[in-house]
């Protein structure tokens, strides 16, 4: 899924995609899965040889912050052991990361 503006040209976000693949050597992407949360999120550096998702979990409305955090440790417990856990907040900054 490329999320698209309206009004905007199906062949100029190809272009657009093209260009930044020859000038960066990134391609992104978002893929829709049945049954999840939201859009998994890839991007792919030929450069580098590295392939990087994203996935966005909303919070709860209730409850608090340290209770969200333990349950999705605890959802990750049969991750590999080189996942990678970047935290971000609504207002742009990153917070804590590190891998498991």
């Not at 490329?2 to 990134?26: P, Y």
């Not at 899965?33 to 999120?41: H, K, R, S």
């Not at 969200?68 to 959802?75: E, F, I, M, Q």
């Amino acid at each position: 899924v490329q999320r698209a503006r309206r009004g905007t040209d199906a062949v100029a976000r190809r272009t657009e995609m093209a260009d930044a693949l020859c000038q960066e050597g990134r391609l992104t992407a978002e893929l829709r899965i049945d049954g999840t949360a939201g859009a998994l999120g890839v991007a792919v550096d030929l450069r580098t040889a590295k392939i990087r998702t994203s996935f966005d979990v909303t919070a709860p409305e209730q409850g608090y912050p340290l209770a969200w955090a333990k349950r999705l440790v605890r959802d990750l417990a049969e991750a590999p052991a080189d996942l990678h856990i970047e935290t971000l907040t609504e207002g742009g900054d990153t917070g804590p990361r590190g891998t498991l």
